[in-house]
């Protein structure tokens, strides 16, 4: 009798504690989720965000659909003619509702500014026209490097991107991202009215299954100078604008995606020279031209292009997918033809 | 208590009047539509009902979604079944005798990751038997309205 009784309540403690493991074990697989199809969760667009390369999708990050959480890490390198970024960040996706993102960009110059960085020394020299005035332009003698630190933070509004083939209505997102740009003296060089800024952004997006394609269309409201890199704003001000962005994708396979971007950029620094120690180039040119370089201020002119590209991306499984593109920025400052190769990994927990 | 459970069910998506489509079970309207030969590419009747075999195979494996298949028992109906459906959802002339989707899956309480994993148990029966990528995602295209009604969680 006592021992019946003994092992009933060994039973109910044996049975308490699965029920224990059982509990918390639902709680954690309810808590962490990688339901999503493989792929669907979009790349990391180089702002941080859940998207393509360059747009931010109306898909949220990660593989966690609405019963639960998934975060991924992202790096992405892109070595063009006279630039190259690093862009490190981590996001996480919550319930397929709303996402958060944290990145830090990195770009360097190389000797892109050392021509403008010459220029400083030798007016700030002691015979130039600047003569005695310290000139902080933000060029370093080697390897100047622009930084930027991107919050972002989106929230899906309504509409199936995948479930909904039988009507047209897209996913709807909206979402912002604030950027803060710490090479505050090269920027005023550049002549950019910000170094930190945010911006806010709607995007759509649709899954065409029958001709497996994807479709994005984003609208930007910003005031970007190359997404922040040069600030933002310039001379004429720093009011936002309406700037479109697309995203055609076409599924390839269930793990292979390609496809094409373009995101329409900014004009607020389009033909404005550089500015050194509060002086317009274009006012320096009798101090340049007694020093022979007399033909700078052509050279030193900014230009800001549309950007494309056209990427691959491949996703071998939930945990690992890496975008491979050919980037096509245009002008960036003073230096055309900013082409090159861009490879962004993605790591998923 | 189950069958009166569903019956119940049943009866309150009937009245919901925003799924009259469901009621009766027939090729999906997609945007753009389905290719009119997607039963052919899938190789006809006899290639759609190997990739449901194949396709159960794959969920049998699936932690977790096969108790749910189990449950409901009578694989081999359900195999029948669902080459009735896939056929009629591409497009193919044949009649469906299983219940709506909606009264199937009712009070399973179905989470739209257990709905998921049945479309990774999809592509990879489409690999397995064959069917090219492009085809499956007519299939793809065809249930994946089906989410709303399927997934009650």
Known sequence: MEEAKKNGLRLYKSAALVAAILASNITQAEMFNTGKVLATGGVSMIDGAGGGGITPWATITGYATRDGINGNLHYTYAPLANYTLHSVGAAVGFWDRFELSYTKSSLTTGSTFDTVGLIADTAGGPSGQLAGTPINTGIEPFNTTIDM???????????????????????????????????????????????????????????????????????????????????????????????????????????????????????????????????????????????????????????????????????????????????????????????????????SF | MKPIFRTIAIAILAGTAALPSYAQTAETNTFPGLDDDAVQQWGGEEGVRNWVESLFYYIMLDNRINHVFREFGNIERQIYLNTQLTQLVLGGAVEYQGASMAAAHADLGITVTQFNAVVEAAYLACERVTVTYEACNQLIAALAPYERVIVTR
């Open chain 1, 149 to 347: 630190d991107i919050v972002g933070a989106k929230v899906r509004v309504f509409g199936e991107a995948i479930y909904d083939s039988d009507n047209l209505i897209p996913q709807i997102a909206i979402g912002g991202f604030y950027k803060k740009n710490e090479n505050e003296d090269l920027l005023k060089t550049l002549k950019a009215a910000k170094a930190k800024d945010w911006e806010a952004y709607i995007s759509a997006t649709k899954i065409f299954f029958p001709i497996n394609t994807l479709i994005n269309i984003t609208a930007r409201y910003t005031a970007a100078n190359q997404t922040g890199l040069v600030g933002f704003g310039g001379p004429g001000g720093d009011d936002k604008e309406i700037r479109p962005e697309i995203s055609l994708a076409y599924l390839l396979r269930k793990d292979t995606v390609i496809g094409i971007e373009w995101a329409k950029h900014g004009d607020n620094l389009e033909g404005e020279s550089v500015e050194i120690g509060g002086l317009n180039l274009t006012e320096l040119q009798p101090t340049l031209d007694s020093l022979g370089m007399s033909n700078l201020s052509g050279t030193l002119t900014q230009h800001e292009s549309d950007w494309f590209d056209a990427f691959i991306a491949y996703f071998p499984n939930k945990n690992l997918s890496m975008t491979f593109a050919y980037a096509m920025l245009g002008d960036i400052t003073i230096t055309p033809d900013q082409h090159g190769f861009y490879l962004s990994l993605q790591a």
